[in-house]
């Protein structure tokens, strides 16, 4: 089974005590996340790597090619 976007989040900033340090919660609140919160996504993406609309596709829609920014 593929990883999910939140579980590929955790592996690239390096474990949940790894990304919990990086933005400044406890490890115990990731593990009980079965989605990226809301209010987390952006510190999530940026120490990660992971992009805002694979975390949580119902609130950022993904870019469309050749979209002006």
């Given at each position: 089974?593929?990883?999910?976007?939140?579980?590929?989040?955790?592996?690239?900033?390096?474990?949940?005590?790894?990304?919990?340090?990086?933005?400044?919660?406890?490890?115990?609140?990731?593990?009980?996340?079965?989605?990226?919160?809301?209010?987390?996504?952006?510190?999530?993406?940026?120490?990660?790597g992971v992009p805002r609309?694979?975390?949580?596709?119902?609130?950022?829609?993904?870019?469309?090619?050749?979209?002006?920014?």
């Amino acid at each position: 089974m593929e990883p999910t976007a939140l579980e590929r989040a955790i592996e690239a900033a390096g474990g949940t005590k790894a990304l919990s340090r990086k933005i400044g919660i406890s490890s115990q609140a990731i593990s009980q996340w079965q989605e990226c919160p809301p209010l987390r996504v952006l510190e999530v993406e940026k120490v990660s790597g992971v992009p805002r609309h694979e975390l949580r596709p119902d609130i950022y829609p993904a870019p469309v090619e050749g979209a002006a920014a």
